[in-house]
């Protein structure tokens, strides 16, 4: 992720993706967006993907450096 630029993902992974940032729990945010755990492992598995980085708390730590940056882009969405 070094030296690369930013791109948010769609918005349900960013909802996913400021979830983490805040260190929420796959159950928690199952429940805060109304969708199963399944559901949310998978936008977690696509979203390490996307940013290239190798685990759930390495897309933490990026969502955490970009979490004003996904807020916004959430709010103009």
């Known amino acids: 992720m070094t030296g ?3 791109h948010a993902p769609p918005s349900r992974e960013r909802e996913v993706l400021r979830c983490l ?3 929420e ?3 928690l945010l199952a ?5 199963a755990e399944r559901t949310v492992r998978a936008h977690v598995t696509s979203v ?5 980085v190798g685990s759930r ?3 933490s730590l990026v969502a955490f450096h970009h979490y004003e940056a996904l807020s916004e882009e959430t ?3």
Do not use: P
């Not at 429940?31 to 969708?35: E, H, N, P, T, V």
């Not at 390490?48 to 290239?52: E, G």
């Open 4 to 6: 690369r630029r930013w």
């Open 48 to 52: 390490v993907r996307k940013l290239d």
């Open 57 to 59: 708390f390495e897309a």
């Open 25 to 27: 729990t796959n159950r």
């Open 75 to 77: 709010t103009a969405s």
């Open 31 to 35: 429940r805060r967006l109304g969708i």
């Open 21 to 23: 940032a805040r260190g």
